[in-house]
């Protein structure tokens, strides 16, 4: 037989049979529409998560602190051990953040405006590498880079860490805190009502001054602001409210005011250490070389991974739910063509005699299992995509969530639905209710070229 002959009976046993041919469709249009569903929703939780992590930082960047559980000095961070890690395989760069705090200050201030009448107390104060601050990513939202001696960058909320030391004490600062908010993407803005700061440090010089025990001025230095940045928590704290100096500036400062202070001289010991890999799948490597060293780290990247792995969990076990309902359509097929063998016995003996080979039958009855599957899965996996579809229009109208425009545009390509179903998803569905049925139609197929024609044609 040819196969454009199979193919046309084929379609015409799946019509004499209409209700069970139905029946049959019916039950693996719902094992498609169920596994596709779950998975869609797995995908859309699956891209929430990685929308979350990308909003979070770059990637690439590993956070390096010292191990205080080991209880020793082995795991400071110093120049030494910078240049360490700086060598390991795929690291393209390192830079370590000083502080006053770990040389051993225990109280200083930040001073601005004529007769330092603005005070900044305990403020938040890094030191820099200078040549790697362009080179770190801070986003300027005024003025330069601080690439002369003497030169400071300020966070973008640092004027309002000003104090006024003329107004009276509860009055004397702009708590903009109460005036931040944020977009549907996390990120922070000041509100439009938010009053102006008392002064502001770009193009000024400022103060930084060292005490004593007894709270007296040891030790004071004069720097010029020349630009502000943009908040980025992922670089550094001092982007938000604090200063970022120059690393070279801030040792001479320190050592000054150790000799001011008579304090010993120490080592400079850093408070953490951020490196950058040459590309995210060489995280993992350059963590586990970190980690060997003593240190404690942390990264983005892993993060993402760790999620990857919850999110290959959700979906497998939402897949294997799916699955359980077109494995009871994948038992209806079976039943079905079992009962359309028995059924056609004489018919099957009638194609024997007449000389019809044995792998044609088999491919008529094959044909006919799959050609239920691929009609369930068609249909399961189109109403599969109107399920997505009203799943997110609820979830958009009962969140809140903002659609940034455009519903429709929100609906196809926003990769914070709550369920997505990507092309191949779809596909994946056809071929896979296609596949189901084919496998449940090997047994029957199986039955139907073992009959006997002698026996076939004295059945009745």
Known sequence: MKIKDIIRMCRENLKRRKGRTFLSVLGVVVGCCSIITMLS??????????VWINSMGDLTSIDVWPNYSMGDSSTQITDETVNQIKAIPNVKMAVSSLSLGSAGFVDFGVYAGKNDRYKSQYPEVSGIDSEMIPEIGYELLEGEMPTKKGTVLIGEYSDYSLADTKRPEGRNQIDFYNYLEYDNKGN????????????????????????????????????????????????????????????????????????????????????????????????????????????????????????????????????????????????????????????????IGIMKALGCFVSDIRKLFLLEASYIGLLGGVVGSALSGLISLIINIVYVTFSGVDTEGSMFVYLLTSPNRISIMPVWLFLFGVLFSMLVGLAAGTYPALKAVKISPLEAMKNE
């Open 188 to 347: 922070e803005t000041l509100s439009p009502d938010a009053p102006e700061p008392y002064t502001k440090m770009v193009g000024d010089e400022i103060k930084l001054s060292i005490y004593d025990e007894d709270g007296k001025t040891a030790y004071t230095q004069t720097f010029k602001v020349v630009g502000r940045v943009k908040t980025n928590y992922n670089l550094s704290g001092p982007t938000n409210s604090g200063f970022i100096f120059r690393k070279e500036d801030l040792k001479v400062l320190i050592t000054e005011a150790q000799k001011a202070l008579n304090m010993k001289k120490k080592d400079f010991v850093y408070d953490s250490l951020k490196v950058w890999a040459t590309d995210v799948s060489k995280v993992t490597d350059v963590e586990t070389e970190i980690k060997s060293l003593g240190f404690e780290t942390s990264s983005m990247a892993s993060m993402r991974d760790e999620v990857k792995k919850q999110m290959a969990t959700i979906q497998l076990a939402l897949g294997g739910i799916g699955a359980v309902s077109l494995f009871v359509a994948a038992i209806g097929i079976m039943n079905t063509m079992i009962m359309s063998v028995s059924e056609r016995t004489k018919e």
């Open 41 to 50: 929703i797995g995908v859309g939780v699956s891209s929430q998560q990685q």
